[in-house]
T-cell receptor, first 114, second 115 residues
Framework: DADVTQTPRNRITKTGKRIMLECSQT?????MYWYRQDPGLGLRLIYY???????NKGEISDGYSVSRQAQAKFSLSLESAIPNQTALYFC?????????????FGSGTRLTVV | AQSVAQPEDQVNVAEGNPLTVKCTYS??????LFWYVQYPNRGLQFLLK??????LVKGSYGFEAEFNKSQTSFHLKKPSALVSDSALYFC?????????????FGRGTSLIVHP
């Protein structure tokens, strides 16, 4: 099993719909993150959480919300999807006690908003 | 503030030749530096990191990177490229003495290794 599992892997949704992307990790880490990847723009941080009671906005949080249901679970919601939210979304986890706090990423969710 | 630049969108190299993927960074304090690789339809995978110590860092799949503080660079290198190295490579930096908890990623460099 993967250390970080994202569901669904692919999703096509209509403008205005609410959609949730789910992420779970088996690393036992407290820190979790949501990023979106767009061609030529690299990775941009949407939200991050350093423990179950901690939620922080990233650089592009508008139009998104998150829920940290447990140490292992961190979900991302698009309340009313719009076409420019079409992107590849990644969840990641990290452990600051591992020197440098490197990330473990999920395989991504490819979201298309039509 | 922290930032990272990958000046090349794409690098082309012939199989068997050495490869270099460039990364430069800017931090107010001391950096942690990372390289990640993304294969098609996959998430990013950790390759290597510089925290402290030797400037030459060795990582997975035969890759290495050299931390150069004076040039604020952390270029990724491999002595002999393989076709299977073709992927998207991301450099990331975290300013540890500047109080940053989150790394900044570069825009990525597409490496294409030709047979």
């Amino acid at each position: 099993d993967a250390d970080v599992t994202q569901t669904p892997r692919n999703r096509i949704t209509k403008t205005g719909k609410r959609i949730m992307l789910e992420c779970s990790q088996t690393k036992g880490h407290d820190r979790m993150y949501w990023y979106r990847q767009d061609p030529g723009l690299g990775l941009r941080l949407i939200y991050y959480s350093f423990d179950v009671k901690d939620i922080n906005k990233g650089e592009i949080s508008d139009g998104y919300s998150v829920s940290r249901q447990a140490q292992a679970k961190f979900s991302l919601s698009l309340e009313s999807a719009i076409p420019n939210q079409t992107a590849l979304y990644f969840c990641a986890t990290s452990d600051p006690t591992e020197g440098g706090d490197g990330y473990t990423f999920g395989s991504g969710t490819r979201l298309t908003v039509v | 503030a922290q930032s990272v630049a990958q000046p090349e969108d794409q690098v082309n190299v012939a199989e068997g030749n050495p490869l270099t993927v460039k990364c430069t960074y800017s931090v107010s304090g001391n950096p942690y530096l990372f390289w990640y690789v993304q294969y098609p339809n996959r998430g990013l995978q950790f390759l290597l990191k510089y925290i402290t110590g030797d400037n030459l860092v060795k990582g997975s799949y035969g890759f290495e990177a050299e931390f150069n503080k004076s040039q604020t660079s952390f270029h990724l290198k491999k002595p002999s490229a393989l076709v299977s190295d073709s992927a998207l490579y991301f450099c990331a930096v975290r300013d540890i003495t500047g109080g940053s908890y989150i790394p900044t990623f570069g825009r990525g460099t597409s490496l294409i290794v030709h047979p």
